[in-house]
């Protein structure tokens, strides 16, 4: 069964940029979350996404969006980079029916603002 | 509000020691605790979890008991091994509305074992 796959694995933007990435989460599996994860604040829940619908949001400015297909595949677009947003971005997904908190973390996409 | 403190790191232990890492959690009720594990270059995965108080995860020789009253869920291990150098996060789920998808992570502890 394959995992999570995330991509682009690692790019770099300039500030004011904006970026798409992308998630594409196990088969059968309905729910997708991304966070962010750096050094200072470590892992921080951005969002998730249920049958093409936004369910729960962090604590993130509008700059941050996200939206879900059909096929469950997700995309998260970050507008007008800053230099703070350099960080691994996480997608993870599960089975979004029940609450268990077992979630299927892909490798990340490595995000540079210079 | 919810949050996950852990020990910071990093850990240096030589292998076959044994591995506490201390975590304690502040909630509203009585979340669902875990600890995940990063390796080099991967993603997080879980490696146990717990429900209720006094319940025991376990996997991979790894243990942590729900502390309510302690409000803890510390993991350990008494033989580590080589393999077992990974970032460790200790977690909660949030109770209620707006918690699927939405776990509560510590910062991470870095552990290295020596051979």
């Known amino acids: 069964k394959a995992g999570v796959t995330q991509t682009p694995r690692y790019l770099i933007k300039t500030r004011g940029q904006q970026v798409t990435l992308s998630c594409s989460p196990i088969?059968?599996?309905?729910?997708v979350s991304w966070y962010q994860q750096t050094p200072g604040q470590g892992l921080q829940f951005l969002f998730e996404?249920?049958?093409?619908?936004?369910?729960n949001k962090g604590n993130f400015p509008g700059r941050f969006s996200g939206r879900q297909f059909s096929n469950s595949r997700s995309e998260m677009n970050v507008s007008t980079l800053e230099l703070g947003d350099s960080a691994l971005y996480l997608c993870?997904?599960?089975?979004?029916?029940?609450?268990?908190?077992?979630?299927?973390f892909g490798e990340g996409s490595r995000l540079t603002v210079l | 509000g919810n949050s996950v403190t852990q020990m910071e790191g990093p850990v240096t232990l030589s292998e076959e020691a044994f591995l506490t890492i201390n975590c304690t959690y502040t909630a509203t009720g009585y979340p669902s605790l875990f600890w995940y594990v990063q390796y080099p270059g991967e993603g997080l995965q879980l490696l146990l979890k717990?429900?209720?108080?006094?319940d025991k995860g376990s996997n991979k020789g790894f243990e942590a008991t729900y502390r309510k009253e302690t409000t803890s869920f510390h993991l350990e291990k008494g033989s580590v091994q080589v393999s077992d150098s990974a970032v460790y996060f200790c977690a909660l789920t949030p109770l209620g509305k707006g918690s699927q998808g939405n776990l509560i992570f510590g910062k991470g502890t870095k552990l290295s074992v020596k051979p």
């Open positions: 088969s059968g599996h309905r729910s």
């Open positions: 993870a997904s599960s089975t979004g029916t029940t609450n268990t908190g077992e979630l299927f």
């Open positions: 717990a429900t209720k108080a006094d």
């Open positions: 996404y249920f049958s093409e619908t936004q369910r």
